[in-house]
């Protein structure tokens, strides 16, 4: 656009001899500057509002007839504030790259900085980083942020896997401990573990159910199925639905109280060994629990979707025979 007043001064001696030519010229300038004024997309930025009052000012000495001085100035005020507007415009489509780029190094960062994740997870979301560094596209970057996604997915499930084994160390630790009198201090096989959701399994469930239906009046066991499930897995891949489950797990263990135990039942089944004083208060509290909005952001190549995270559940008394109990809650997990 610079050439706008090259173009006029270049011609000059055309315009002298020519009055045609002076008309041609001057049609071709006003639709540069309408040009101008038009390719530029609507925003409120104070480059757009530059760029539309130079150009317009531009069309109005023309029309007006303005010595060619004049013209000129004004068209070169308009070149300008196109060039500046460019510059602003690329500076403001490279943002959010520039932003991602800064999050995924201090995500990079604080991953490596902890123990939580294995090698492999730090590996693969340093790769990531260093192709974000590099993309230039969107279609790349959209590629790289299902890619990042998966990654968190899996760091997500390490971590709370961790935790959980750290937890069962940690306890078995303080039973070892503990004075050679107490019961408390008898020494136990490791805690088998959940690979999805870092919880306890079945087994351990099992045994934990079975000591409170012998000794705990005041416990219960709630049953939460997670919904849709196999729909998710079918439509965006098991890492989907496992990250899900891994949400859901990790949403009950900080929301219950310390006293209470989750373990991971089966499938898409958790169950929850709550102590309370009657079961009324324990469905109160699991209600308001299931009642708060969680979500999963699930990405695919070319769409993010939301997906609500919900469970069917039940509360069950301890009976007296926990195999009847494990029966009643079997066949609470298999409905519908």
């Known amino acids: 656009m610079n050439g706008l007043s090259g173009l006029v001064i270049s011609i000059r001696k055309y315009l002298q001899a020519d009055r045609r030519a002076e008309e041609a010229l001057e049609r071709l300038c006003r639709l540069l500057l309408e040009g101008m004024d038009q390719s530029a997309p609507e925003d409120e930025s104070e480059a757009r509002a530059r760029l539309r009052e130079s150009t317009r000012s531009a069309l109005a000495a023309m029309v007006e007839g303005s010595p060619p001085d004049e013209l000129l100035e004004r068209g070169a005020r308009a070149t300008e504030a196109l060039k500046n507007y460019h510059s602003h ?27 939580a ?111 849709r499930m196999q729909a998710v897995n079918q439509n965006f891949g098991d890492h989907v639905s496992n990250a899900i489950l891994a949400r859901f797990s990790g949403f009950l263990s900080h929301q219950l109280l310390p006293v209470d135990q989750v373990f991971r039942w089966s499938g898409p089944t958790i169950a929850a060994l709550v102590r309370r004083g009657n079961a009324d208060r324990v469905r109160s509290e699991i209600g308001a629990l299931m009642a708060q909005k969680l979500e999963y952001t699930a990405s695919t190549p070319s769409r993010t979707v939301q997906l609500p995270i919900s469970a069917r559940w039940t509360v069950l008394p301890l009976s007296a025979s926990p195999r009847l109990l494990f029966r009643k809650m079997d066949s609470f997990a298999d409905l519908g």
């Open 117 to 227: 994740s294995s090698s492999e997870n730090i590996r693969r979301l340093q790769e990531i980083r260093d192709k974000i560094l590099r993309a230039v596209d969107g279609k790349e970057l959209r590629s790289l942020r299902v890619s990042m996604s998966q990654c968190l997915d899996h760091i997500l499930v390490e971590a709370q896997r961790q935790q959980v084994e750290t937890a069962l160390a940690a306890g078995q630790l303080n039973r070892r401990a503990a004075p050679a009198g107490d019961p408390e201090g008898a020494t136990h096989a490791p805690a088998a573990v959940d690979p999805i959701t870092g919880l306890p399994s079945r087994a351990e469930a099992e045994d934990a159910i079975a000591q409170a239906c012998q000794s705990e009046d005041n416990a219960f066991v709630v049953v939460m199925v997670v919904n």
């Open 89 to 115: 415009a690329v500076e403001r489509a490279l943002r959010p790259l520039a932003e991602l780029r800064a999050k995924v190094i201090l995500l990079t960062q604080a991953i490596t900085s902890v123990s």
